[in-house]
């Protein structure tokens, strides 16, 4: 039969070492040996009262312990592949496997507590509740059901969905209203042809964004050639039409733009 071997609050070597990592807060893979050694003998120094039958297993890990502490300082051993060998490894390995069990053995623990304070009784389901058959026989009802059925179903399901769509309406959009700064655009147009002297009509109208900036700019260049500050000239029929700046400057340009404001309004 094992003996329980426990130190105060810890139940053998393992879990006092378990407790100092938790304690200090250090990464189980990377203990710092010569702290943690330093404060299990400091434990062990104010347990040495007790008997020693029982301190037997909490001396080995204290001389284990010391063992680490001095290949720890010594040059790392290599093995055969050429990589450092860690003298904590055995270690570590051993307080993973410990701290595993341990809190597996709380959850038991838990679940037996838990166990105690519940109460189970026999089914006791009315005859009639235990008589009773539904309507309908699911499994007689799917048994020629399959997946593929059930695809073809859903298809023709959404054929006729698709069906009752109008062809026509369905692919209207909603009409937004385009603002277009007439006064930018007026601007624009004039510099641009003072700028260049004369421009091709058809370069202008495509560096448009839009139908609507298409139309103003369209009435922007009429207006113009009304007022005077523009010419047009075509070489050849069909050919391209050129509109030429006349020189003319924009004094009396806002009078003539209120006119052309209120008649694109």
Sequence with gaps: MAISVKLEAFEGPLDLLLHLIEKNKVDIYDIPIAMIADQYMEYLNEAMSRDLGV???FLVMAATLLDIKCRMLLPREVDEEGEEIDPREEMVRQLLEYKMYKYMSMQLKDMQMNDGISLS?????????????PPVDYDELAQDVSLKKLKDIFDELLRRQADKIDPIRSKFGN??????????KMDHIFDYGKTHGSFSFRDLMERQGSRAELVVSLLVVLEYIKIGYF??????????IIIEYTGKEREDIRDGQGEMLSGLS
Excluded: G
Aim: aromatic fraction near 6%.
């Design 55 to 57: 301190m037997s297993e």
């Design 121 to 133: 009784k026999k089914p006791s389901i009315p005859k009639e509740i235990e008589q009773y058959k």
């Design 175 to 184: 009409i937004e209203k385009e603002e277009i700064d007439l006064s930018h």
């Design 231 to 240: 010419t047009v000239k075509q070489d050849a029929l069909f050919s391209d």
